[in-house]
Structures are given as C-alpha cells and as structure tokens.
C-alpha cells in the first residue's frame, strides 16, 4: 500500500531551500518516491489559516521504504542542507487503497 510522507515548512533561507530541494530530489527517486506536491498556492477551505508554511507530499511505496528514505545514508546527509534552510516537521501516513 502506498504511503505519503507530509511536510510542513517553514523557509527561512530560500537560496539554501534551493540547494537542498535539487539535492534531496535524487534521493527520493532512488528509493522509489514520487512529488505529489511540492510547495504550491494553498487555496484554504475549512478552518483554515495560513501559517505561511511551505507543503510538501512524496508518495513512497510503503511506509517501509518512506521510513528507509528518511533514515537514509544520502537522504542524512542532504538533509543537513535542509537544516540551515528553515525548520520543518515530517510525518508518514498510510495510502488508502479503497
């Protein structure tokens, strides 16, 4: 079953957010990740308010090779760039296959 890991960020360098989104691009393709979104226009439609927060959505395979992804030795180290550009919270949930 598929799974999505979610973020939430906040850019506080976009330069430095630059680097680390071409660096860590590779790294999802390599575990089998695929951007669904990637920090786009929100359009609010229900207690909504707008944190100014950046959204990101990967779709992984599973929760397995999301979590493999995340805890990775190429992911780690890209995610050190990621660090200096702002602050973020990840999450992973199950896909829903109806």
């Known amino acids: 079953m598929s799974a999505y890991m979610i973020a939430r960020v ?22 089998g990740g695929k951007y669904i979104a990637r920090g786009g226009e929100l359009t609010g439609l229900e207690n909504f308010e707008d944190e100014g927060k950046r959204v990101v959505i990967i779709q ?17 180290e ?3 760039l990621r660090e200096t550009a702002g602050h973020a919270r990840f999450m992973i949930v199950d896909g829903y296959d109806g």
């Not at 906040?10 to 575990?31: C, E, F, I, M, R």
């Open 78 to 80: 890209v995610r050190k």
């Open 10 to 31: 906040d850019v506080t360098d976009l330069d430095a957010w630059k680097n680390y989104a071409a660096n860590a691009g590779p790294t999802v393709a390599q575990y």
């Open 60 to 76: 992984f395979p599973d929760v397995e090779t999301a979590e493999k992804w995340y805890h990775s030795p190429e992911y780690t």
